[in-house]
């Protein structure tokens, strides 16, 4: 028989002067789901633009650190010359992190703003980021902020000369509206920057970091470019036998072929079918073949574009498989068309089968080979065919039963299929069983407004997720899943549609605008084409007591690497799920004298700077959970955190 527990002395918690040291260095990656008082240890439940662990070589071997960004690869569809100021120049006005100017333009002509081009040069020692904002205009001043870019520092000199200012987000302006941009450095740049002015009227200029403006009394001189809005349908590297590798991607109503050596996108054909939501692609025998779901399909060798022969009309996929193309037709999207070996203008009339089976309201949604087989999804399950010619084919049902949304949701490696199910979730499939590997961010996934833009690619051992989320119509987030450590992060306000690897071409990742048509070199640098990265890192609230305690954090110490460039980050921490933090500014720079830093030879410097951060930051108020928050939007501000020492106090409970 039991007995009653009632007797029993309850746990004893009391306050103590001991401090409780709470040391964390295994910081990990995102889970929306788990409760913070089950949290996985190390997983946040809100990251932003976060990388686990060192991923290339000279990549900093932390726990935690902003994710990398884009630089431009190819020149933006269209983009021509929209409204600018050359005249004479006739003064200059300084600008610094506090010293703001403004200057307003009116559109010529209606498209996305793609560059502008500004005159500027640097005072002698001058050091930061001269960022280029893009604002409306609210009673003749600047308004709402549409975009942020910026100029290089390494290409700003001494001389006056124009330099340009590249926008991803590539905003929509109207002719005939007015506009401003406004120049500053960004925080933490010394020194002062000078722009080049025109006799005109019209620029302002602040001295408060933009709170007020007053008259400048004459004008910026600069120049803005706009080009042709659409996202990119599809993109595809092609590898001719003759090595004239090159990328392809499909824009509006033209495929273009962009040369790497230049970034100029040529237009190789101009009828794409102005109704396609997607350009598909397939390389057999040294040609390029695509499809766009309204036409037939056609074929490019280089030089020349032409109909491919005998295919099916309208095909809405296409694969290359055991040396002949496979073909699903729009007119009965249950049917797969095939090629005869080694011929795609022959099609025998038995070179056809269905999946599942004919007139089905369950048809194809894509394809993929797997295992040298290929495996062919429609909505609700997949099917494999097997076998290698007309004789030894045979489809059968797969035993993992999803299905996947779209061939744009489907990716392969060495061991899965990766794809996207109806139920807005991902999965991979082994070739026996289907395996949900999403649980952790359903929530980000079930916000998702348009499934037919999702689009999945692998590299490096990393699944990407390109979507768009409510109440954006493109795509604009992209989760990422490291395959090896099983860990996803979240990546925001970065109009990509997708991607592709220049897999013989030291395996380089390109990316492709969802707003324009232009392609990015990935992984580059900390901006997107300078624009600031909005980096964050909470971890999981924590109850260092009994959870009736109120515990006080004596003493924080963030532990970080510098970056090159020193900058202030926000770091705090939020007390019992009211999300109003304390947040406080701390200072990240290495310490130390470096070569060409001033310092005299023998002058008795101590040589090489600090690379370790970890001076104390301050922390208030009482709490029963408490979460730690690190922030910082910025511009070649890498945040590299390799945990944090925290020192509690415990309350007494109550």
Sequence with gaps: MAKSSFGKMATQYKGSSQLIIDEQYDLKGLNLVAPDQVMPEGESPYALNARMYAKSDGDSRVAIRTRKGTERFSTPVGETANVQNVGSAVATAEISPEEWVAQPFTASSTGALTKFEVE????????????VDIY????????????????????????????????????????????????????????????????ATGAIRSTDGGTNYS???????????????GRVLGAHRWYP????????????????????????????????????????????NDLLYWVDGDSVCKQWDGTTVSSLTNSPNSPTHIIAHQQRLFFVSDD?????????????????????????????????SGWTVFQENLVIFTHETKHVLYGSDIGSFTRKEAVGTKGAISQ???????????????????????????????????????GISDVSSVR???????????????????????LLFDIVY??????????????????????????????????????????????PIEFAYWTAYKMYTSGAAKDRVKKFRPVLRAAEQAYYMMIGKDIDFQNSPDMRAYFVSGSGTTWGGGALWGGGAIWGSQRLVDNKAGMSRRGKHTQYRFEKTGVETPVEILGYIAAIKAGRPR
């Excluded at 506009?179 to 006799?199: H, I, R």
């Excluded at 590299?459 to 997720?465: G, T």
């Excluded at 048509?517 to 624009?531: F, T």
Aim: proline fraction near 4%; charge should be negative.
């Design 408 to 446: 744009e949701a489907i990716v392969t490696d060495r061991n899965y299929i990766y794809f996207m199910a109806d139920d807005k979730q991902i999965y991979r499939y082994n070739g026996i069983s289907d395996e949900l590997i999403s649980e952790k961010v359903q929530p980000e996934l079930s």
């Design 332 to 364: 009965d999207r249950t049917r797969v068309v095939f090629s005869d070996l080694n011929s795609p203008t022959s099609y025998a009339s038995t070179n056809f089968f269905y999946v599942p089976n004919p007139k089905s309201p369950d048809t194809i």
């Design 215 to 229: 008259s400048l009394g004459d004008s910026v001189r600069y120049k803005t470019y706009t080009s042709t809005v």
């Design 456 to 478: 999945l690619a692998i590299y490096d051992n990393q699944l990407r997720v390109y979507y768009a989320k409510n109440p954006d119509a493109q795509n604009h987030r992209m």
């Design 486 to 531: 099983k860990q996803w992060f979240r990546d925001t306000e970065r109009p990509v549609g997708g991607c592709l690897e220049w897999y013989l071409d030291d395996n380089r990742l390109i990316e492709f605008s969802s707003v324009v048509g232009a392609l990015y070199y990935a992984e580059q640098d900390y901006s997107d084409l300078g624009s």
């Design 241 to 284: 036998q003759n090595s004239n590798n090159r990328t392809l991607f499909a824009h509006e109503t033209d495929l273009y072929s962009v040369p790497d050596n230049t970034g100029t996108p040529t237009s190789i054909y101009s009828s794409i079918s102005a109704s396609a939501d997607y350009v598909r692609f397939a390389q057999m």
């Design 136 to 199: 409306t205009n609210v009673s003749s001043a600047p308004g709402v902020k549409m975009m942020s870019s910026s100029i290089k520092t390494s290409d700003i000199t001494t001389t006056f000369q124009y330099l340009p200012a590249y926008y991803i987000h590539a905003e929509t302006i109207t002719n005939a509206t007015q506009y401003w941009a406004v120049f500053y450095v960004q925080e933490g740049g010394t020194g002062n920057y000078e722009l080049n002015l025109a006799d």
């Design 120 to 131: 500027v040069k640097k005072q002698a020692g001058a050091t930061g980021i001269v960022m």
